[in-house]
């Protein structure tokens, strides 16, 4: 099969911006195509990445993505999923042989709509769940209680997450969040779903993550470093809560498809970075255990060891993570973007002071990690 | 297209659009049991699980359902969560919240997505984490007048 590889990103900053969606959408995909040189046309094919209806509220896609994505007279398509599967699809085209390059955008202005948990209580089924007030909070304070029972992890240990995220963060400028806070800091903060404390819940930020693709040949010509991609997994779990063991999801499935995949045999040794998508505090360190870097019911161990530390053998969110940067549906593309940059070693003032061969991208949807997805890539 | 300093002028939207989304007949004959005070179930014939709410098919073995069985009102706490927060939609005269699934006694499944505990006042946090718990017993309290909806079980109560 064609390989595929990562030319050139470019990301907008979390924090609300005076610019219509049109503007700001616009500009990361006119830096990405001023940075390679190339003009919209000559890009082969367009994957888009947004919700229209609820986290946009404009309900109107067609009337300004594609036109802002300077996608239009393309072969172009748009996923509402996340955007780290705009950016698989993205792959394909380029591996089937049909496209040369492909433009990947996930977009989203977080500050134009109504809270998070308003619009997930939309997510909720209409009969049995939305009208007792179910959404994508209340579900994650319940896995979180069933996380702190069955393995005795601590409110600290899920809150030393928060501090070393938003910690990392401060040295990324496209971050949203920018404060310096303690464990105590969090573990003192309101208990708005208990056990779930405010300050252990992503914000909702604004966020356009655009990415360059290309074949083989062409991203060798386009530019000096590209980044590979090796592996993908990903699969979808059933929806109601009581039919699930909510410690047991689908990353485990979509992790190994992904490792066998990218032939990654060890992730603990394997993985030199780990861009994960933790919306809530304590699922890093679930999806840390599922995704292989310790055994189960050890995530607690796995961040006081400080391994996950910036300056740890297996860096997790060195960007300060989704806790740090919300852009609903695109933040799985910022996670590829962030994986590339580390690989590239252009990840600026949070790049780790080690040699990045392999980067691991997450992103999850869906109440208590529903969908999972799982990228690999490579130098 | 540079930010402004100034705040941007917005356009201010609201959507209100109706919606009609059929329960179909499985979900109806469970909320007509509702207006009766029962809760139903249905069984798999192949993997022989129970689950609430019915099921038109078990998702798992893809095959129909066609077995109704009434099912206990007592069961287990699974996980909970005090949800004691606003947001749009959400105003202070509805909270705190007691959300929870709960595992009817014979039933192979938690049920359905979520219910609400009460039954004490469950504005006294200090209260709460005494009596509820994960693995604490509780029993279904029905509304007086039942309209055949989730809403039908008032609360569940906690069993001492």
Redesign the interface.
């Known amino acids: 099969m064609q390989k595929v590889g990562i030319v050139e990103v470019a990301q907008s900053a979390g924090t609300e911006?005076?610019?219509s969606l049109m503007?700001f959408t616009?500009?990361p995909v006119k830096e990405v195509l001023d940075k390679v040189g190339m003009k919209r046309d000559e890009v082969d094919t367009y994957i888009l990445a947004s919700t229209d209806v609820f986290h946009s509220?404009?309900?109107c896609a067609n009337a300004f993505d594609w036109d802002a994505a300077g996608a239009f007279m393309k072969p172009a398509s748009r996923e509402e999923g996340d955007a780290i599967t705009a950016f698989v699809y993205g792959c394909m085209r380029i591996m089937s042989g049909e496209h040369d390059t492909a433009l990947v955008v996930g977009l989203i202005k977080g500050s134009?709509n109504?809270?998070n948990?308003?619009l997930t209580?939309f997510v909720?089924?209409?009969?049995?769940?939305r009208?007792?007030?179910?959404q994508e909070t209340?579900?994650a304070?319940?896995?979180?209680?069933?996380y702190l029972?069955r393995y005795g992890i601590t409110e600290e240990q899920c809150a030393k997450v928060v501090a070393k995220n938003l910690g990392n963060a401060l040295f990324n400028p496209y971050a949203h969040i920018k404060k310096r806070v303690s464990v105590d800091d969090v573990l003192n903060s309101?208990?708005?779903?208990?056990?779930?404390k405010?300050l252990e819940c992503a914000p909702k930020s604004e966020g356009v993550c655009a990415m360059l693709l290309a074949s083989e040949e062409k991203a060798k010509k386009l530019t000096d470093k590209p980044v590979w991609f090796k592996g993908w997994g990903s699969s979808m779990d059933?929806f109601?809560?009581?039919?699930r063991d909510?410690l047991d999801t689908q990353l485990k499935t979509a992790a190994a498809s992904a490792y066998k995949m990218a032939g990654v045999s060890d992730p603990r040794k394997e993985i030199d970075v780990a861009e994960i998508c933790e919306p809530y505090a304590f699922q890093e360190l679930l999806w840390c255990e599922q995704l292989g870097f310790c055994a189960q019911g050890q995530g607690g161990k796995l961040i006081d060891s400080g391994v996950t530390q910036i300056t740890g053998a297996l860096p997790v969110n060195p960007s300060g993570g989704v806790l740090a940067m919300n852009p609903y549906v695109a933040r799985g593309l910022y996670r590829v973007a962030e994986g590339a940059l580390q690989i590239k070693g252009k990840a600026g003032e949070h790049q780790l002071d080690k040699k990045v061969n392999t980067a691991l991208a997450h992103s999850t949807y869906g109440f208590c990690g529903q969908w999972q997805g799982v990228v690999i890539l490579g130098s | 297209m540079v930010e402004q300093k100034e705040k941007p002028r917005k356009v201010a939207s609201m959507g209100l659009v109706p919606y009609e989304m059929a329960l179909g007949p499985t979900w109806t004959k469970f909320f007509e049991g509702f207006k009766e005070k029962k809760i139903l179930g249905t069984k798999c014939n192949k993997c022989g699980r129970v689950l609430v709410p019915a099921r038109p098919f078990c998702p798992r073995c893809f095959e129909p359902m066609e077995e109704w069985v009434e099912v206990a009102q007592e069961g287990t706490i699974v996980t909970w969560s005090y949800v004691n927060y606003t947001y749009f939609g959400v105003t202070p005269d509805m909270i705190p919240v007691i959300a929870a699934t709960i595992k009817l006694d014979g039933v192979d499944c938690a049920m359905g997505m979520s219910t609400r505990i009460g039954g004490f006042d469950i504005k006294d946090f200090d209260l709460v984490t005494k009596k509820v718990k994960v693995g604490a017993r509780v029993k279904s309290v029905w509304r007086r007048n039942r309209q055949g909806n989730f809403r039908d079980i008032d609360y569940w109560k906690i069993i001492e």
């Open positions: 911006s005076s610019l503007e616009y500009k509220g404009m309900s134009e109504p809270e948990d308003t209580s909720a089924d209409p009969f049995y769940s009208p007792v007030g179910i209340t579900a304070a319940m896995q979180m209680r069933l029972q309101e208990r708005i779903c208990d056990p779930l405010a059933t109601y809560l009581g039919d909510l």
